[in-house]
């Protein structure tokens, strides 16, 4: 029996030895030189092939690596890589394991325009949510306010619709609505891929990196190989910069997301990161305090949960807000990236929370949100990842980001509580209002929005249910229910408790291609919803069952598309 079975095995290893033979037989190292004449390399790309890895040497430097699902046939789409700034310049081009006969980069094809078709009018384009041009996107990162723009970078894999080869993307706004994509900012280097981090404005010129009077914007991120801090710089908010070594090395196994703020009394730079403690996954947000950005001391450390208890998990976010209706009194809050909050005091080396696990987010897939730094009129905008479910068919891009939003600190009986809800910006986007004013729905009654057929939607609907069970919003063939005894809304399996207030529930609606963003409260509840809503649906319905359902306000807006 031992014999048979011996022989067997041999067998099975000599095949799987010719078959490996074969395959390596089947495919080839590619490396070719070219002067670098034109804006971008064009890479072909086709959707759920295998991934090549690709070098790009300049001088002697591996300057770019990165993995991509190339098409030996024909391309899907096409991704651009930079190489104007090596005009002039012979590159050597580096592929693995391209198939033996391929013509894939024969010739090496460069160009100074892109060709891609159809940008931004794909079928699962989110219209009024930032998304890439091309590529993978997580998230947001180095948000910061410089030079007159609102500059959001962002994860971006600009190689593939899959997470990979992280790099910083980059789009500026100077109205919080309108995107321009400005390309990637921050590329894989001997740190590693680049993980997530924040941005300032360094005023005071503490690190000395103003030039010609304006003050230096100071990036900060994660290398995901050293796992250390690294830092990198523009003083104009288009060419960047990267400090020749991390500016705080490793401090344990797992580290990362630097978020930083500056602290006026001790006249001192904050740091806080994420960085897991012991061998029992333990979150922590280690502080840290630095008079220049570039030296940093360890101050103290706040604990959060453990293991898939993730309060304070990864992407900390840290910044100070008044308190609505209460002169003179401000608060610190710090939160992770599931959006668990605590609140509390901070003396500029130690956070103290005063209420710990809050939370008002109750959607699906809303993620890593970061806030804008260093904005003038002093609001705390925030932009948040939202996972939108865009990996589908044809299309070339993948997730986008929620709307900007407004944090506020409002007094409940509860305590202290965040809201959010977005941003007067957004209201730019209203082409067409219906105002319907104050009416009743009542169960088997005329819908009140019958006549209304729009694709992207804003409504405002202030409800008091009274004797009612239910009341229902159905936008575009998803029902938004507010369930009255159980004081609850639900939406698409999620669900949310939300109470009335003074007998009336207040909710604001947004619907794009992706999903639905459901502020309840005044903010004091969001629900964010990623699901692609039918194109074949356009419509509205509001109705009640179990009785009559008072509506003190209803109004409608149709929306435009950022993107015109």
Known sequence: MMKRLLQVFLCVAFFQAVIAQENNAATHNFASYFTAEKKYLVLPVKNGASKR?????????????????????????????????????????????????????????????????????????AQFHFSPKRGWTNDPNGMVYYNGEYHLFYQHN????????????????????HWKDLGDALHPDQGGPVFSGGAVVDSN???????????????????????????????????????????????????RDPKVVWYEPTKKWVMVIWVERGNNEQHSMQFLTSPDLKNWTKASTVMGGVGNDRYLFECPEFYELPVEGMPGVKKWILTGANTQYAIGTFDGTTFTPEQQ???????????????????????????GWWRTN??????????????????????????VRLTRMPVKEVE???????????LSVKENGSNP?????????????????????????????????????????QVDGVKASVALINGRLSLVVYADRTGLEIFANKGLVFMPININLADSNRTLSLSAKGGTAKITNLDVYELKSIWE
């Open 205 to 255: 010129n503490t690190i000395g990196f103003s030039k010609d009077g304006k003050p230096a914007m100071v990036m900060f991120h994660t290398g995901a190989r050293g796992w250390g801090q690294y830092m990198s710089w523009s003083t104009d908010g288009r060419n960047f910069q990267t400090f020749d070594r991390a500016v705080v090395p490793r401090i344990n196994k797992d580290n």
């Open 390 to 415: 865009t990996e589908k068919d044809d299309m070339t891009f993948n997730q986008s980001m929620s709307l900007p939003l407004e944090h506020k600190l409002v007094q409940t009986p509860e305590g």
């Open 428 to 438: 730019g986007l209203r082409s067409k209002a219906y105002k319907l004013g104050k």
């Open 53 to 125: 890895n690709i070098e790009i040497w300049v001088d002697g430097v591996n300057t770019r690596f990165f993995d991509i699902e190339l098409a030996e046939g024909t391309p899907d789409w096409y991704a651009y890589l930079q190489i104007d700034q090596w005009k002039g310049k012979e590159v050597e081009l580096r592929v693995d394991k391209v198939s033996n006969g391929s013509k894939v980069f024969t010739p090496i094809v460069q160009s100074d325009v892109d060709t891609n078709a159809n940008t931004y009018k794909e079928k699962l384009r």
């Open 158 to 177: 600009p190689y593939g619709r899959g997470w990979g080869n992280m790099t910083w993307g980059h789009a500026v706004t100077k109205d919080l609505i």
């Open 449 to 489: 929005l019958k006549n209304i057929n729009i694709e992207l939607a804003e409504l405002h609907i202030d409800v008091e249910p009274g004797k009612a069970s239910e009341v229902v919003l159905d936008i575009r063939g998803v029902p938004v229910v507010y369930n009255v005894a159980g004081k609850e809304l």
């Open 357 to 383: 696990r809050l939370q008002e987010q109750h959607g699906r897939d809303f993620y890593a949100p970061q806030t804008f730094s260093n904005v003038p009129d002093g609001r705390r905008i925030e932009i």
